[in-house]
Structures are given as C-alpha cells and as structure tokens.
C-alpha cells in the first residue's frame, strides 16, 4: 500500500515569488510514478506534472518543477513567479506500477497574495 | 479535448434515498474510479474498476456500491443515503497501457444529504 503525506494544509506567498509544496511518499512497489495535481476552487482536478521513479532528471512543465530526491521518498513541487491565479489546493499522489490507483496526500492550500 | 463528465455538480437528497451518481469518459479508458474528498483528509478511493462488469473495493467502500454496464460509464450508488455521505465526490479514469499515466478527473458533484 502507498502513503503519501503532505504536512503543509496551508500557505502563503507573495505574488512572483516561488513556493515550495512538501510531500513524502512510503511504497514497497519497485517501479512508481508521482504526479501532482491542482484543484481550483471550482473543483476540477487539473493534472500538473508528473515524475518517474526511474526517471534521471526532475520532472518541470513550464513555473512547475518537482523535486525528486528518491532516497529521502520526497517529491516536492515548486511553483515559480507565483499569479494569483495559482492560488488553490494542491495535492500530490502516487500510483505503483502493479497498481490500479492513484492514491492521494491530504492536500495543501495555497494563497498568493498581491 | 478528453474528457470525463459528472451528471450533477450539486445534489441534495434527503436521508434514506438512493443516490445515483453517473460518471462518463470519452477516452476509451480502461480504469475508472469513484474518490471521495473531505477536508483534511485528500481524496479517498471508494471503488474503482479496471474493465466491464468488473470492479473492486477501494479504501472505503462501506454505503456504496458501483456499476460499470459500458466500458465509458461509472455509476455510484448510494443504496440509503446518510448524513456522514454529504461530501464532494469525484470520478476519474485513467489508461492501462502498461505505463504509469495520470488520471482525468471529472469536475465534481457536491452532495449534500439532509
């Protein structure tokens, strides 16, 4: 079984400066894969970037980087420039490969100040 | 665009009633998924399936059941609505393509039971 844990339910930032989102991970699988997600206050789930557990290099998708360290079972998002319209809650979550599911941390929320 | 559609993004129903939520994708996915979201505790796996007619208990599926009659449809079921089910819920679907791929998720259905 995964576990993910995300010990930050809140934060703040100053517009255009970045932000880092911590998340740790627990999982006997091999082989895994790591994404974040955002979710707006209107709901949807929109899908950020996503990391390998084989993968070399950290996973980046334009102001979003993740922060692969494998050893330490962390996977922390950065968001860089932070807009206004980053503002939201953020999720990371992890799926094995022998494994059907994604499976969620508790979330943190994000607020960017002007 | 892909997509995954919920039929109601808000429902009230009253205690006892049976709860139909429908869930459809376009992407001739082969995984879909029923998560539960609370405050505090991220996104909760209630059932998901990996194929027609075929379907599995995820981390919570006690007051639920499920229905997968087509490979693009998902439903919910709960059989005698409570209060402790008034909740945000979401669908998602994912591939198996023998890789590690995110999930598309619908935009939610608020339910409220009273």
């Not at chain 1, 993968?55 to 420039?81: H, P």
């Not at chain 2, 796996?45 to 599926?61: A, H, N, Q, R, T």
């Amino acid at each position: 079984a995964q576990k993910i844990t995300q010990t930050q339910p809140g934060m703040f930032v100053q517009e255009k400066e970045a932000v880092t989102l911590d998340c740790t991970y627990d999982t006997s699988d091999p082989s895994y894969g790591l994404f974040w997600y955002k979710q707006p206050s209107s709901g949807e789930m929109i899908f950020l970037i996503y990391q390998g557990s084989y993968d070399q290099q950290n996973a980046t998708e334009g102001r979003y980087s993740l922060n692969f360290q494998k050893a330490r079972k962390s996977a922390n998002l950065v968001i860089s420039a932070s807009q206004l319209g980053d503002s939201a809650m953020y999720f990371c979550a992890m799926r094995g490969v022998n494994d059907y599911k994604l499976s969620f941390g508790a979330g943190t929320t994000v607020t960017v100040r002007a | 665009d892909v997509k995954v559609t919920q039929s109601s993004r808000y429902l009230v129903k009253r205690t006892g009633e049976k709860v139909f939520l429908e869930c459809v994708q376009d992407m001739d996915h082969e995984n879909m998924f029923w998560y539960r979201q609370d405050p505090g505790l991220g996104l909760r796996l209630i059932y998901f399936s990996y194929d027609v007619k075929m379907k599995e208990k995820g981390d919570i599926p006690e007051g639920y059941s499920v229905s997968r009659e087509k490979k693009e449809r998902f439903s919910l079921i709960l059989e005698s609505a409570s209060t402790n089910q008034t909740s945000m819920y979401l669908c998602a679907s994912s591939s198996w393509a023998g890789a590690i791929t995110e999930a598309f998720f619908g935009q939610g259905t608020r339910l409220t039971v009273v």
